[in-house]
């Protein structure tokens, strides 16, 4: 069993930045693969980003692409997500999960609370 627990999101203005963060705990949490997804408010949820166990291979949506960077601490058991140049089409509730590789969500099986991000014009 893997606990997730985001942190850091917040209100912010378009242009800013934030920086999530999900701690992990339980068994063998770094040997998963980490990816953040979002739901913003009446549409689907989606992935932004994810990195595998190693942090050796990060893949990002087109959406993330070039403002989004994810990283992993494996000694620290934590993922993280620093979000640049953010735009109002960002605001979401954001999820990390955990679980195998891949850019489909029902391949993760484990899932934190979410934290609201909200991206001011």
């Known amino acids: 069993q893997v606990q997730l627990q985001e942190s850091g999101g917040g209100l912010v203005q378009a242009g800013g930045s934030l920086r999530l963060s999900c701690a992990a705990s339980g068994r063998t949490s770094s040997s998963y693969a980490m990816g953040w997804f979002r739901q913003a408010t009446g549409k689907e949820r989606e992935l932004v980003s994810v990195?595998?166990?190693?942090?050796?291979?990060?893949y990002y949506a087109d959406s993330a692409k070039g403002r989004f960077t994810i990283s992993r601490d494996n000694a620290k058991n934590t993922v993280y997500l620093q979000m640049n140049n953010l735009k109002p089409e960002d605001t979401a509730v954001y999820y990390c999960?955990?679980?195998?590789?891949?850019?489909?969500?029902?391949?993760?099986?484990?899932w934190g609370q979410g934290t609201q991000v909200t991206v001011s014009s």
């Open positions: 990195i595998n166990p190693s942090g050796g291979i990060k």
């Open positions: 999960a955990a679980g195998s590789y891949s850019r489909g969500s029902s391949t993760y099986d484990y």
